[in-house]
């Protein structure tokens, strides 16, 4: 069996980034192992398909805090390799 665990971990305008861990279970000995992990990130569409406005994300726990400010770093790495590459794609 194939496990999705999967959280929003915080969302901008238009856009937000979404974590997912991939476990692999044994049916019968239900033991599981960590297969895989990511970071994805996706923008809203509205009904033109042109960017939409995303909810904000409010975190509470202490794991959601956490998870807020990494992704925020993440998304300022991002934004920085972009502007340094003159916005290529």
Sequence with gaps: LL?????VNNAWNTSCEVG???LVEDPQTQK????????????ALDENKKP?????????????????????KRRQIRLE??????GEK
């Design 52 to 72: 939409a406005l995303m909810p904000k994300i409010i975190p509470k726990t202490p794991r959601e805090k956490r998870r807020f400010r990494e992704a925020e």
């Design 32 to 43: 599981r192992k960590h297969l895989s992990s990511a970071y994805l990130t996706f923008v």
């Design 3 to 7: 496990i999705f665990k999967v959280s």
């Design 20 to 22: 997912v861990k991939i």
């Design 81 to 86: 390799r972009k502007s340094n590459r003159g």
